[in-house]
């Protein structure tokens, strides 16, 4: 059973559950830190990598059988000036679309009113040097800023997924994308048919699409929730990001708590692939009730500022025991499985400046004397091993 202890004193102590992660917090460790400022990066034709091989795009003739887009790595540019990734949609003005090296899905040319789909997408998936395995992420903390176009048929995506190659498991964790259904542009929040928010432009969803089963037959479980409205223009910087945790998932949009899910029996557990797409998309468009054209704009572009990926530092088979101040001066701030402070003759402590967070997943306990000095602070998280 998971106990918090205190058998002598604690002086001006903070306790609570963390919610999104703070710089002060040492548990976290950077896995993944891209800003788009390294400079003179290309893609290389024949593998479709960056030239550093930590991001895959995808060639001219790949289609993405669900969403419609057409994934194309010339819609992925590095703009070094700016230190930013920008994924361009943009409208085939060449009539290469549809031709016969486009193997488009049945229902792209299910719409009597606009046949074919004329637009090209970018999308692109973290990687590693070692292959795509190396390159996946099993739980952690995920965090994109960037600005967005936003109109119908704009469909921009931050997330993680994988399945199976013997389809005995599906997962998918979207950190956001944007309301599947466009409502009538006039229509204002309070009058919208979809009092949920769906086919408002500015109401982002997240949601978790699982299954793990022998016959994988669909989705077992599905979760999508919408994000409050963002009032502020698009056109500025905003953040989305989730902690993934194997009993809790938790989404946040500008550093605030938007959704939150906690069955451990329905989110993903197997390592996932980080993805970010932008494009002008006709499943957006599906539950449109005008079936007008899909827009595009000649900025029609998803900027991307940075993406972020941290993980715990695991060590969940230690007792730690703090006995003195040095030793907590090197204190690891790794998943523990127990950590007691045990101080007999002075007390640890931590000063004024500090902020000090332990996580452990069987017990947490002081037994000797402790003190956290006025302006510091302390937290303490008890939860299972993310291994």
């Given at each position: 059973?998971?106990k918090i202890?205190?058998?002598l004193?604690l002086?001006?102590?903070?306790?609570s559950?963390?919610?999104q992660i703070?710089s002060?917090?040492?548990?976290?460790?950077?896995?993944l830190i891209?800003?788009f400022?390294?400079?003179?990066?290309?893609?290389?034709?024949?593998?479709?990598l960056t030239?550093?091989?930590?991001w895959?795009?995808?060639?001219?003739?790949?289609?993405?059988?669900n969403?419609?887009?057409?994934?194309?790595?010339s819609?992925c540019s590095?703009n070094?000036?700016?230190?930013?990734m920008?994924?361009?949609?943009?409208y085939d003005s060449?009539?290469r679309i549809p031709?016969?090296d486009?193997?488009?899905?049945?229902t792209?040319?299910?719409?009597?009113t606009?046949?074919?789909l004329?637009?090209?997408?970018?999308r692109?998936?973290?990687?590693?040097?070692?292959?795509?395995d190396?390159a996946?992420?099993?739980y952690?903390?995920f965090?994109?800023?960037?600005k967005?176009?936003?109109?119908?048929?704009a469909f921009p995506?931050f997330w993680?997924?994988d399945?199976?190659?013997?389809c005995?498991?599906?997962?998918e964790i979207?950190?956001?994308?944007?309301?599947?259904e466009f409502?009538d542009p006039?229509?204002?929040?309070?009058?919208?048919?979809?009092?949920?928010g769906a086919?408002?432009?500015?109401?982002f969803?997240?949601?978790?699409?699982?299954c793990d089963?022998a016959?994988?037959s669909?989705?077992?479980t599905?979760q999508?929730?919408?994000?409050p409205?963002?009032?502020?223009?698009l056109n500025h910087?905003h953040?989305?990001?989730?902690?993934?945790?194997?009993?809790?998932i938790?989404?946040?949009?500008?550093g605030?708590l938007v959704d939150a899910y906690?069955?451990?029996d329905s989110?993903p557990?197997h390592?996932?692939?980080?993805k970010?797409?932008?494009g002008?998309?006709?499943?957006?468009?599906e539950?449109?009730q005008?079936y007008?054209?899909p827009e595009?704009m000649?900025?029609d572009t998803?900027?991307?500022?940075?993406i972020?990926v941290y993980q715990?530092?695991?060590?969940c088979?230690t007792d730690e025991?703090?006995?003195?101040q040095?030793e907590?001066?090197?204190?690891?701030f790794a998943v523990k499985?127990?950590i007691?402070i045990t101080?007999t003759?002075e007390?640890?402590?931590?000063?004024?400046?500090?902020?000090?967070?332990?996580?452990?997943t069987?017990s947490f306990?002081i037994?000797g004397?402790?003190?956290?000095?006025?302006g510091g602070?302390?937290t303490?998280?008890?939860?299972?091993?993310?291994?």
């Amino acid at each position: 059973m998971k106990k918090i202890s205190f058998l002598l004193f604690l002086t001006l102590a903070s306790l609570s559950m963390m919610a999104q992660i703070d710089s002060y917090d040492q548990n976290w460790k950077p896995k993944l830190i891209e800003d788009f400022n390294t400079l003179g990066r290309y893609w290389i034709d024949s593998s479709f990598l960056t030239s550093d091989s930590v991001w895959k795009a995808y060639s001219s003739g790949l289609t993405h059988g669900n969403n419609k887009m057409i994934y194309q790595f010339s819609q992925c540019s590095f703009n070094d000036t700016e230190g930013y990734m920008e994924l361009v949609a943009e409208y085939d003005s060449t009539g290469r679309i549809p031709a016969h090296d486009y193997d488009l899905p049945y229902t792209v040319h299910h719409y009597p009113t606009y046949d074919d789909l004329h637009y090209f997408s970018g999308r692109i998936d973290h990687f590693d040097k070692h292959g795509a395995d190396s390159a996946k992420f099993r739980y952690g903390y995920f965090e994109i800023r960037c600005k967005l176009p936003i109109h119908q048929g704009a469909f921009p995506a931050f997330w993680l997924w994988d399945a199976n190659t013997n389809c005995k498991y599906y997962e998918e964790i979207d950190i956001f994308e944007f309301s599947w259904e466009f409502e009538d542009p006039k229509a204002t929040w309070q009058h919208n048919p979809h009092p949920h928010g769906a086919g408002n432009p500015y109401c982002f969803t997240s949601g978790i699409y699982y299954c793990d089963t022998a016959n994988y037959s669909g989705n077992g479980t599905s979760q999508a929730r919408l994000f409050p409205i963002i009032n502020d223009s698009l056109n500025h910087w905003h953040t989305f990001s989730c902690e993934w945790m194997p009993e809790h998932i938790l989404w946040y949009c500008d550093g605030n708590l938007v959704d939150a899910y906690y069955n451990p029996d329905s989110i993903p557990h197997h390592p996932l692939t980080l993805k970010a797409n932008y494009g002008v998309d006709k499943y957006a468009l599906e539950g449109h009730q005008h079936y007008g054209q899909p827009e595009w704009m000649s900025q029609d572009t998803m900027f991307i500022d940075y993406i972020k990926v941290y993980q715990l530092s695991l060590d969940c088979g230690t007792d730690e025991t703090i006995a003195q101040q040095s030793e907590l001066d090197n204190f690891d701030f790794a998943v523990k499985k127990s950590i007691d402070i045990t101080s007999t003759i002075e007390p640890v402590s931590i000063g004024s400046n500090e902020k000090k967070t332990f996580r452990a997943t069987d017990s947490f306990q002081i037994t000797g004397p402790f003190q956290v000095d006025s302006g510091g602070e302390m937290t303490v998280i008890m939860q299972s091993c993310p291994e």
